[in-house]
């Protein structure tokens, strides 16, 4: 191997006039919201560890600096080898803030590290002239313009998404007088060390190296070490360590890194009693410690834990490892299969509501029995069904970093409650929410809904089917694995010029063709079929899709007794349409507003326990 060259540089330096490549055998872009939302949580709680709203902008300077690690390229193209997934990811939020600075000559040095011109052509920072569509979606989001991404590569759907949990998150984490410190502090603050092989050959042999070697042993393996060393009874450690074997390997076959986040969940669920303030100087909290080390925080906390003699560590394996791990498998299982019973872990699951697990594992007493640990299961669940959505309709965002804090506070208020306890604190939390479902009548479809509207719907045409005797479909609608999947149907069609007596304004049009109400599922190649057909001739079509679709049809009224039955009982406004026009459309806002109503409503809860 030829000599390497590494430096430091910043975000400033690693994007000022310079264009990376990706070879075309490199990996797609995976990043999910999860890598996002820690990404962000660390550079804003290293901003917070010094900014102080009394400091004058210059202050930034003296800021401490954020290690993002290494990347490393090839000299000869300036390939990324590694590094891809954090390079693509802070272009993205770097165009999130060019979309939060005012200033004319801020936004100015933001976007000259994002994009740069040559003779009159446009290329982003990370250049690859094999993939077009790359170019396209960087262009969208810089523009601020809707993208249907549902036909494109992983890498692609993963940008868009991704630069939309970017935005939920930080407009709830970054306050608006700190972007201007935060863009300041990132572009010269946050350093990587570049590494510079002469030939590809060598850059792999480099990543290698740095990624594939050593043996060190891992917070659960340590974790094990400790607790099995507490027991004295040869025989028994040797059942604990059995069981702990057995268990780790079940999780681990879930996907990586599992019974790791099964003993942060399991033990910031049942014993963490503080979490880290979001200001200058914060000390981080059990909770936090939990995330990073728990083989060393359970160490520490011993007492607190209970954890005294023998007999207690034999206990908290053989009964408490074992209890919550199962409950645990069976969670995760629930939330990517669905399981009747036990459907609101899927529904969280389909959202990725990840933090669900934390929260229902808190109400788990140890001593209880199965039949009470399933109803806390399902009860617990459906309140975070009920919550996640209010915050939806209300356009506030569930990811992580953004209610963390809340799920926390949760935590503490479920953890090892009575179901009659945890049921009057579900609906007391429910009832004290800000947000409720009487804003319905402004949801539409847009760049930050689009991830749930899909979900959404399928919820409703679900329900209403299953309402009047079909079976549930509801996994096919969701699923994006399936040959022909479903697609969000627009019932008015983008021809502006067709509604301009209603619709002066395009803007307007373009805002009320999005409502809820004016949407549907269809499958993939029927939706992409009636783009520009008038309603009249989407109504055969629709009559043979699915309840929710055909409802707009005169004949679904016509020998379906079932349904009829299910609307009149629950005072629902279905009727046919003849013509889809403005007052159709708001017409049927509100037949989905209370729809919506019935499906997650409060008294849901009580349902869960009987």
């Known amino acids: 191997m030829k000599k390497i060259d590494g430096t430091p540089k910043s975000i400033r330096e690693l994007f000022t006039g310079v264009k990376y490549t990706i070879h075309y055998y490199q990996r797609e872009y995976q990043w999910q919201t999860k890598q996002i939302e820690e990404l962000l949580s660390d550079l804003t709680e290293e901003f917070f560890e010094f900014y102080s709203e009394a400091d004058e902008r210059s202050k930034v300077l003296d800021y401490g600096h954020y290690f993002m690690g290494s990347i490393v390229l090839t000299n000869e193209e300036n390939a990324i080898i590694d590094g891809q997934q954090r390079l693509t990811s802070l272009t993205l939020l770097l165009i999130y803030l060019y979309h939060q600075l005012e200033d004319e000559e801020e936004r100015a040095e933001v976007l000259q590290l994002i994009y740069s011109k040559k003779a009159g052509t446009k290329t982003y920072n990370i250049h690859v002239p094999e993939m077009p569509e790359r170019f396209d979606v960087m262009n969208a989001l810089l523009q601020k313009e809707y993208m249907d991404v549902s036909k494109h590569s992983e890498t692609i759907k993963n940008i868009y998404n991704r630069f939309y949990d970017i935005e939920a998150i930080m407009n709830d984490t970054l306050p608006k007088n700190t972007i201007e410190m935060f863009k300041d502090w990132l572009i010269d603050n946050v350093d990587f060390i570049r590494i510079v092989a002469q030939t590809e050959q060598d850059a792999h042999k480099i990543f290698v190296s740095m990624n594939d070697r050593g043996l060190s042993l891992t917070p659960t393996e340590m974790l094990k070490g400790y607790l099995l060393s507490k027991i004295e009874n040869d025989s028994i450690r040797q059942q604990a360590n059995d069981l702990w074997k057995k268990r780790i390997l079940d999780l681990k076959g879930l996907g990586k890194e599992e019974e790791s986040d099964f003993i942060k969940n399991w033990i910031r669920s049942q014993y963490a009693e503080t979490i880290r303030e979001r200001k200058k100087n914060a000390s981080p909290g059990d909770f936090d410690i939990i995330g990073t080390a728990f083989h060393k925080w359970i160490r520490e906390h011993s007492s607190q834990m209970k954890l005294l003699r023998s007999k207690d560590y034999e206990d908290f394996v053989l009964k408490q490892f074992d209890k919550f791990s199962h409950i645990y498998l069976d969670l995760k299982n629930y939330s990517t299969n669905y399981t009747p019973g036990f459907e609101s872990v899927f529904y969280n699951g389909n959202r990725n509501f990840t933090l669900q697990f934390q929260l229902i594992l808190a109400s788990i007493d140890p001593n209880e029995t199965k039949e009470e640990s399933d109803k806390k299961i399902k009860l617990i669940s459906c309140f975070l069904d009920l919550y996640f959505t209010r915050r939806i309709f209300n356009y506030k965002t569930v990811d992580y970093s953004a209610i963390v804090y809340n799920v926390f506070l949760l935590s503490k208020k479920f953890r090892r409650k009575s179901i009659v306890e945890l049921l009057e604190i579900c609906k007391e939390e429910i009832g004290e929410m800000e947000f409720q479902l009487e804003t319905i009548d402004d949801f539409r479809l847009n760049g930050w809904t689009v991830r749930y509207m899909l979900h959404i719907l399928s919820r409703i045409t679900d329900f209403i089917e299953t309402s009047s005797g079909l079976p549930s479909n509801f996994t096919n609608y969701i699923s994006r694995e399936i040959k022909n999947p479903y697609d969000i149907e627009h019932i008015i069609c983008d021809h502006h010029d067709w509604f301009e007596e209603e619709y002066p304004e395009k803007e307007t049009f373009d805002r009320h063709r999005n409502k809820f109400g004016g949407l549907l599922l269809l499958p993939m190649d029927k939706n992409r079929s009636l783009n520009d057909l008038t309603f009249d001739k989407k109504l055969p079509i629709y009559f043979g899709e ?59 809860l009580d349902k869960q326990i009987t």
């Open 546 to 604: 699915n309840l929710l679709a055909k409802s707009l049809n005169k004949d679904c009224y016509i020998n379906n007794p079932q349904f009829i039955r299910f609307y009149e009982r629950d005072n629902l406004d279905f009727k046919p349409y003849s013509l889809f026009n403005k007052e159709a459309l708001l017409e049927r806002q509100e037949l989905y507003e209370e729809i919506a109503k019935k499906i997650w409503g409060v008294e849901q």
